[in-house]
């Protein structure tokens, strides 16, 4: 669709609300009120507290503190959000609704004076239901109470509400929505209307002239693997987004304790470079240093927040690595190179890829590291498992007062790409570390060391150091890493160091990057249920793979027996597509073998998957489609030879929704 063209719509319809000239809700376009051009940065306390006691008025006030104090404020924060569990189980009798007297002594309107006397706003929750959707009963929701509750939030000086959609009775989502976006604008108050609608009707095709902001999927859980699978869910509907009319993949993670560093550094950018709304969901009165530098990150801020508003897209995903650009207003182009694998990865992209015009040479500013150099065209990263690097690219500039940007890592020689830096006790591995010089100018002087773990040793096989590394070349060093028989099963860093120094300037330059060799555990013997056998590694697109029991829903455990068109199974593996699960068998097995299915009471129209066993790099079986009301298959895999076995469910092509697939009886045969 021509955006251009539907956005001039929207003003024209907007100018005749203004005018009083239309009042019938279905062709009111509301939102096209100034509000939210940029995505909308705040808190909201949720994702800390839920509905425990500490969600009161001491949190609240401490967390608009601490915007001021700490500079969050400045780095563009604004709204301090409140969530499901403000109000009392019933509306007074007035019919309104009453904050919770423990919570909130002096009421809402106080909270709302004291934040906008530190010159933020404030947002306030409900849901589009009768009841909102807090496990124990919720409070009362807005449906059908939509004017007086909107009357009652502007009263107190609300700037944002949040909408849920529990409890909505199965009246039509747009018709709530638009019911109190109706209410809201009646009230005269600007308010900032965040849809919380899960993406369940596709809110995308129909919510940019209802609220400034929708939900794409179901609630964030403070781990890798709930925040990777949403952030792909929303990563797809880029086109739908633009200034006031935003996609929400829910509100950060970052400092709840749930991921590391690197991790909740990766979700920041994903959240950036998608323009998603940067909401806080950590109680900032408890984080650490660490937490603050990434929220604080002024230079990620401004990649979320360009006015020009385009949510960045994925030009380039294989395997786990993905380039995402987003254009900037000046013309930039913002960058994430992102490494969802659990082994490091190098990414690469050019300017040209990213659609920057020619030149001979670029400027690229590293948002995390704050430092700025030029290249000749490459922008590349080696990344550490889960890591992400984060560019801004502008074509020329003064390039000649910046070093050449360097990409220096170690890779491990692996079996398949992404595959985990296996090493066994008493044999020799090699490692490779790369320096890869993409300026125009010269570095000098450069020398690489590997560290490996005390007791195992490394030897270099060939030269450690370079005088002259010219511009677009790179200088590899192989080392042989020698593991003692005796390692233990584990994951050890092997860490490697580069030296160098460029013409721009005179003090050396010095990085680092650390890389792992993993050891792995004993393979099965004899035949095996894989179920009881400790996998390599394992990822499952929604929820955790479960043991013995179907994959429920996002939650560990949540899943029931195993059933497939009434056959049940007590042993086997419960998945959901895309799925990647890997054993090591280290050459000692011969065959997989499994009854696999859809899950019967997860079974709908869209159910459908493939399965696939590998053996290393090589496909051993694959299923084709396998649909909701297919028989359950008997799989068998001939993994003769492999050192490691790879379960795989793909989506079948139509997306991942409905794809709850098992392993019944999943077996190995081995030695
Ligand atoms: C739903 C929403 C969450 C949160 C809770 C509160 O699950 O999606 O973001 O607001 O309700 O109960």
Same mark, same amino acid.
């Given at each position: 669709?021509?955006?251009?063209?539907?956005?001039?719509?929207?003003?024209?319809?907007?100018?005749?609300?203004?005018?009083?000239?239309?009042?019938?809700?279905?062709?009111?376009?509301?939102?096209?009120?100034?509000?939210?051009?940029?995505?909308?940065?705040?808190?909201?306390?949720?994702?800390?507290?839920?509905?425990?006691?500490?969600?009161?008025?001491?949190?609240?006030?401490?967390?608009?503190?601490?915007?001021?104090?700490?500079?969050?404020?400045?780095?563009?924060?604004?709204?301090?959000?409140? %969530?499901?569990?403000?109000?009392?189980?019933?509306?007074?009798?007035?019919? %309104?609704?009453?904050?919770?007297?423990?919570?909130?002594?002096?009421?809402?309107?106080?909270?709302?004076?004291?934040?906008?006397?530190?010159?933020?706003?404030?947002?306030?929750?409900?849901?589009?239901?009768?009841?909102?959707?807090?496990?124990?009963?919720?409070?009362?929701?807005?449906?059908?109470?939509?004017?007086?509750?909107?009357?009652?939030?502007?009263?107190?000086?609300?700037?944002?509400?949040?909408?849920?959609?529990?409890?909505?009775?199965?009246?039509?989502?747009?018709?709530?929505?638009?019911?109190?976006?109706?209410?809201?604008?009646?009230?005269?108050?600007?308010?900032?209307?965040?849809?919380?609608?899960?993406?369940?009707?596709?809110?995308?095709?129909?919510?940019?002239?209802?609220?400034?902001?929708?939900?794409?999927?179901?609630?964030?859980?403070?781990?890798?693997?709930?925040?990777?699978?949403?952030?792909?869910?929303?990563?797809?509907?880029?086109?739908?987004?633009?200034?006031?009319?935003?996609?929400?993949?829910?509100?950060?993670?970052?400092?709840?304790?749930?991921?590391?560093?690197?991790?909740?550094?990766?979700?920041?950018?994903?959240?950036?470079?998608?323009?998603?709304?940067?909401?806080?969901?950590? %109680?900032?009165?408890?984080?650490?240093?660490?937490?603050?530098?990434?929220?604080?990150?002024?230079?990620?801020?401004?990649?979320?927040?360009?006015?020009?508003?385009?949510?960045?897209?994925?030009?380039?995903?294989?395997?786990?690595?993905?380039?995402?650009?987003?254009?900037?207003?000046?013309?930039?182009?913002?960058?994430?190179?992102?490494?969802?694998? %659990?082994?490091?990865?190098?990414?690469?992209?050019?300017?040209?890829?990213?659609?920057?015009?020619?030149?001979?040479?670029?400027?690229?500013?590293?948002?995390?590291?704050?430092?700025?150099?030029?290249?000749?065209?490459?922008?590349?990263?080696?990344?550490?498992?889960?890591?992400?690097?984060?560019?801004?690219?502008?074509?020329?500039?003064?390039?000649?007062?910046?070093?050449?940007?360097?990409?220096?890592?170690?890779?491990?020689?692996?079996?398949?790409?992404?595959?985990?830096?296996?090493?066994?006790?008493?044999?020799?591995?090699?490692?490779?570390?790369?320096?890869?010089?993409?300026?125009?100018?010269?570095?000098?002087?450069?020398?690489?060391?590997?560290?490996?773990?005390?007791?195992?040793?490394?030897?270099?096989?060939?030269?450690?150091?370079?005088?002259?590394?010219?511009?677009?070349?790179?200088?590899?060093?192989?080392?042989?890493?020698?593991?003692?028989?005796?390692?233990?099963?584990?994951?050890?860093?092997?860490?490697?160091?580069?030296?160098?120094?460029?013409?721009?300037?005179?003090?050396?330059?010095?990085?680092?990057?650390?890389?792992?060799?993993?050891?792995?555990?004993?393979?099965?013997?004899?035949?095996?249920?894989?179920?009881?056998?400790?996998?390599?590694?394992?990822?499952?697109?929604?929820?955790?793979?479960?043991?013995?029991?179907?994959?429920?829903?996002?939650?560990?455990?949540?899943?029931?027996?195993?059933?497939?068109?009434?056959?049940?199974?007590?042993?086997?593996?419960?998945?959901?597509?895309?799925?990647?699960?890997?054993?090591?068998?280290?050459?000692?097995?011969?065959?997989?073998?499994?009854?696999?299915?859809?899950?019967?009471?997860?079974?709908?129209?869209?159910?459908?998957?493939?399965?696939?066993?590998?053996?290393?790099?090589?496909?051993?079986?694959?299923?084709?489609?396998?649909?909701?009301?297919?028989?359950?298959?008997?799989?068998?895999?001939?993994?003769?030879?492999?050192?490691?076995?790879?379960?795989?469910?793909?989506?079948?092509?139509?997306?991942?929704?409905?794809?709850?697939?098992?392993?019944?009886?999943?077996?190995?045969?081995?030695?």
């Amino acid at each position: 669709m021509d955006q251009r063209r539907s956005k001039w719509r929207t003003v024209v319809v907007a100018a005749a609300v203004g005018a009083g000239v239309l009042s019938t809700p279905q062709t009111a376009a509301a939102i096209d009120d100034g509000l939210a051009l940029t995505p909308p940065m705040g808190f909201n306390n949720w994702n800390s507290t839920h509905c425990r006691a500490d969600f009161n008025e001491a949190m609240v006030k401490g967390i608009a503190d601490i915007f001021v104090d700490k500079g969050l404020k400045d780095a563009g924060y604004q709204y301090v959000n409140i %969530d499901d569990c403000w109000a009392l189980p019933q509306r007074n009798e007035q019919g %309104d609704l009453v904050p919770h007297p423990e919570r909130f002594p002096n009421g809402i309107k106080a909270v709302a004076d004291y934040v906008h006397g530190k010159g933020l706003k404030f947002g306030i929750y409900t849901s589009a239901g009768t009841k909102t959707c807090n496990k124990d009963g919720g409070f009362p929701g807005g449906l059908g109470h939509e004017e007086q509750d909107a009357k009652l939030f502007a009263s107190w000086g609300i700037d944002y509400l949040k909408y849920d959609n529990c409890n909505n009775q199965g009246v039509d989502a747009k018709q709530r929505y638009t019911k109190m976006r109706d209410a809201l604008k009646a009230t005269g108050r600007p308010i900032v209307f965040s849809l919380c609608e899960w993406g369940q009707n596709k809110p995308w095709e129909w919510a940019k002239d209802v609220g400034h902001l929708w939900r794409t999927t179901g609630d964030i859980g403070d781990n890798w693997n709930s925040m990777v699978s949403i952030a792909k869910r929303n990563m797809v509907l880029a086109d739908y987004a633009g200034p006031g009319h935003w996609n929400d993949p829910d509100m950060l993670e970052v400092g709840n304790g749930g991921m590391t560093d690197v991790e909740y550094k990766s979700h920041f950018g994903l959240w950036a470079i998608m323009a998603a709304p940067l909401l806080i969901g950590a %109680d900032l009165r408890k984080v650490t240093p660490h937490t603050f530098e990434i929220l604080g990150n002024k230079d990620v801020i401004a990649v979320d927040q360009d006015k020009l508003g385009v949510q960045g897209k994925a030009i380039r995903s294989e395997g786990g690595q993905y380039v995402f650009v987003k254009p900037l207003s000046n013309g930039d182009k913002a960058v994430l190179l992102f490494n969802e694998n %659990d082994s490091g990865a190098q990414i690469s992209t050019t300017a040209q890829e990213i659609g920057l015009p020619k030149s001979f040479a670029y400027t690229v500013r590293d948002l995390w590291a704050k430092t700025t150099a030029h290249s000749a065209g490459s922008i590349s990263a080696a990344l550490p498992p889960h890591g992400s690097a984060m560019f801004r690219v502008s074509a020329g500039g003064d390039w000649y007062s910046y070093p050449p940007a360097v990409t220096a890592g170690a890779d491990a020689a692996v079996l398949y790409p992404g595959a985990m830096p296996l090493v066994t006790p008493g044999k020799p591995v090699t490692y490779t570390t790369t320096v890869r010089n993409t300026g125009r100018t010269p570095i000098m002087n450069l020398s690489a060391k590997l560290f490996v773990p005390d007791g195992w040793s490394v030897q270099a096989k060939t030269s450690t150091t370079k005088l002259i590394l010219a511009g677009e070349k790179q200088f590899q060093t192989t080392w042989e890493v020698n593991v003692p028989t005796t390692a233990e099963p584990g994951r050890f860093p092997v860490n490697a160091a580069f030296a160098y120094t460029t013409p721009q300037s005179r003090t050396p330059v010095s990085t680092g990057y650390q890389t792992e060799a993993v050891v792995p555990g004993a393979a099965p013997t004899g035949v095996k249920f894989l179920s009881d056998h400790k996998w390599l590694r394992a990822v499952n697109g929604h929820g955790p793979v479960e043991l013995d029991t179907t994959n429920g829903e996002a939650k560990a455990g949540d899943g029931g027996p195993i059933s497939i068109r009434g056959q049940k199974f007590t042993k086997g593996l419960g998945t959901h597509a895309p799925a990647h699960i890997e054993y090591y068998a280290g050459g000692n097995c011969t065959k997989v073998t499994a009854v696999v299915g859809i899950q019967d009471n997860k079974v709908n129209p869209l159910s459908l998957v493939t399965y696939e066993v590998w053996g290393d790099n090589t496909k051993r079986y694959e299923s084709g489609p396998v649909t909701g009301t297919d028989p359950a298959k008997e799989l068998s895999a001939d993994v003769t030879g492999a050192t490691v076995v790879r379960l795989i469910v793909t989506d079948g092509g139509n997306g991942k929704s409905y794809d709850h697939a098992n392993w019944g009886d999943l077996k190995i045969t081995c030695a």
